[in-house]
């Protein structure tokens, strides 16, 4: 990912639909910005927004919901 690979600076990071992206890139995606809102859906058949709660969300040492 080229954000991954820059230097360049930027005070947020805004994702959509986190859960489609795998758990090692967002957690590399997080630690890179001072501030990261993920946004996703975590009711439905697939399954996805379910596993960023139990184990994404909870392997962050802080978050806040809204």
């Known amino acids: 990912m080229p954000c991954l690979a820059s230097d360049e600076q930027a005070d947020?990071?805004?994702?959509d639909e986190a859960a489609a992206i795998p758990a090692p890139l967002l957690h590399q995606l997080v630690s890179r910005f001072p501030r990261t809102l993920l946004t996703t859906t975590v009711q439905g058949y697939e399954g996805t927004g379910r596993g960023f709660l139990l184990k994404f969300l909870r392997s962050l040492s802080a978050f806040t919901p809204f």
Request: glycine fraction near 0%; avoid cysteine.
């Open 12 to 15: 947020w990071l805004v994702v």
